[in-house]
Structure formats: C-alpha cells, structure tokens
C-alpha cells in the first residue's frame, strides 16, 4: 500500500510490477489524462502542486480506508507534480482483489477521496494565454 | 509574541509572492494568524474557503498557536 507523488511521468506498466499476485482475481485501475478543455475553456497545458508531506500520509490514510472498507488485496496511487501536457496521465490508481466487485468500488472509492481530501492544487493554463487555480476562484467555484 | 513558520502554496504562494516565512505575531489561535496574513498581503481567499495545518498535519482553526509551529493554510483542493 503506497500513495506516491512523482515529478517524473506515470508508467502504468511498471507501476503494474508490484501488483502481481496469483492470489487475486481482479485488477482495476484508473488513469486521469489531462483533458484538452475543462468548463468551456480550451486548456494548452497545466501543473499540480503538492503539500508532499501531508499529501502522502492523506493518501496513504484513504488506501488505508479501502483496504478496510472493500475486501481488497493491494491498493496503489500515484499523482503527478509539475508541469504536465495534454494526454499526460495526472493520477493513477490500482486495486487488486478477489473478485471484481470490491475492486471496482474500491477504486472509484480512492480516487473520490483523493480529489476531495489531498492537497494538490491544479493550475490550468489556457490557450487564450490567461491560468488559473482550479477552484479557488473567489467569485463562482470552478472544477 | 511568538515566531512561527508559514508556508504557501498554488494561490497564495502566488498572492504572497514567496515560498515560506517566518512570521512574529500575536495571534493566538491559526484562524486569528489567517485573518492577520489574510488583511496584509491582500489574500483573496477567506479563511471558511481554507484548511488548516499544523506541523504536517491537519489542524483545527481555534487550536492554540504555539511558539515554533509551522503552519500551512490549504486552499481548495483540486488534484486527480
């Protein structure tokens, strides 16, 4: 079980490695990509900026919750820091399990709480030139 | 009056214009140190917007600033 933040690219295959276990039936995984628009706007490029050593132990706190929470094997995480392009992958997760059902739930779980509780913060840069922090706007909240 | 260390990220590391400081104040409490921070460099986020964090953990905004803490204020957060 590991939440890890990385200034170099995600590599799913390799990430993939440690999660060989002929004892599970099951593996999923979700991969965020940077997306080329978000709210209308159409996005050039943007950057993820941590608080490392609380964005860890939270991350590692909510791998903790699922494998409490969902009969699971192994849970893994991976975010992106620095600057990112479009397609880049920005966030990783792997659940293995028995079964699929707890590991399906247990991923969708992890990377709920990982948007809602670790703190990185997002800037987007857009192709007119301007940026912006992703919800932290003081007028209308943006996601 | 007692020294302790703050350090800003995404927004207000922006808005402050640097990293980390070391700040003397009489605040008691981190919600009363936000407000003093929040006045003097003009941060745009309100402190019902923000988290708190004391010595790498989250706090809690009437906990008690002590001498030597090390605080960080969280913006909204936005990863995956």
Same mark, same amino acid.
């Given at each position: 079980?590991?939440?890890?933040?990385?200034? %170099?690219?995600?590599? #799913?295959?390799?990430?993939?490695?440690?999660?060989?276990?002929?004892?599970?039936?099951?593996?999923?995984?979700?991969?965020? $990509? +940077? $997306?080329?628009?978000?709210?209308?706007?159409?996005?050039?490029?943007?950057?993820?900026?941590?608080?490392?050593?609380?964005?860890?132990?939270?991350?590692?706190?909510?791998?903790?919750?699922?494998?409490?929470?969902?009969? +699971?094997?192994?849970?893994?995480?991976? *975010? $992106?820091? !620095?600057?990112? %392009?479009? !397609?880049?992958?920005?966030?990783?997760?792997?659940?293995?399990?028995? *079964?699929?059902?707890?590991?399906?739930? %247990?991923?969708?779980?992890?990377?709920?709480?990982?948007?809602? $509780?670790? #703190?990185?913060? /997002?800037?987007? *840069?857009?192709?007119?030139?301007?940026?912006?922090?992703?919800?932290?706007?003081?007028?209308?909240? /943006? !996601? | @009056? &007692?020294?302790?260390?703050?350090?800003?990220?995404?927004?207000?590391?922006?808005?402050?214009?640097?990293?980390?400081? &070391?700040?003397?104040? @009489?605040?008691?409490?981190?919600?009363?140190?936000?407000?003093?921070?929040?006045?003097?460099?003009?941060?745009?986020?309100?402190?019902?917007?923000?988290?708190?964090?004391?010595?790498?953990?989250?706090?809690?905004?009437?906990?008690?600033?002590?001498?030597?803490?090390?605080?960080?204020?969280?913006?909204?957060?936005?990863?995956?």
């Amino acid at each position: 079980m590991s939440f890890r933040l990385t200034a %170099a690219p995600i590599d #799913p295959s390799v990430q993939m490695e440690a999660l060989r276990d002929v004892r599970t039936g099951a593996c999923v995984t979700f991969e965020g $990509r +940077v $997306r080329d628009q978000n709210g209308g706007r159409a996005v050039r490029a943007l950057e993820y900026e941590a608080y490392g050593p609380l964005a860890e132990s939270e991350g590692d706190r909510i791998l903790a919750e699922a494998l409490g929470r969902f009969q +699971v094997t192994q849970a893994v995480c991976a *975010h $992106r820091t !620095g600057s990112l %392009a479009l !397609g880049d992958i920005a966030v990783w997760v792997a659940v293995t399990a028995g *079964h699929r059902a707890a590991a399906f739930d %247990a991923c969708r779980f992890i990377i709920d709480e990982v948007k809602a $509780r670790v #703190p990185i913060w /997002k800037k987007e *840069h857009y192709s007119d030139g301007s940026s912006e922090w992703i919800n932290c706007a003081t007028g209308t909240a /943006k !996601g | @009056m &007692k020294t302790v260390r703050v350090r800003y990220f995404a927004i207000l590391r922006e808005q402050r214009g640097l990293e980390e400081e &070391k700040v003397a104040t @009489m605040a008691s409490t981190a919600a009363e140190l936000y407000e003093e921070l929040r006045i003097l460099h003009g941060f745009t986020l309100s402190a019902g917007r923000l988290r708190v964090a004391v010595n790498d953990e989250f706090g809690s905004w009437g906990a008690a600033v002590r001498d030597g803490d090390a605080l960080v204020f969280l913006p909204p957060v936005a990863g995956g």
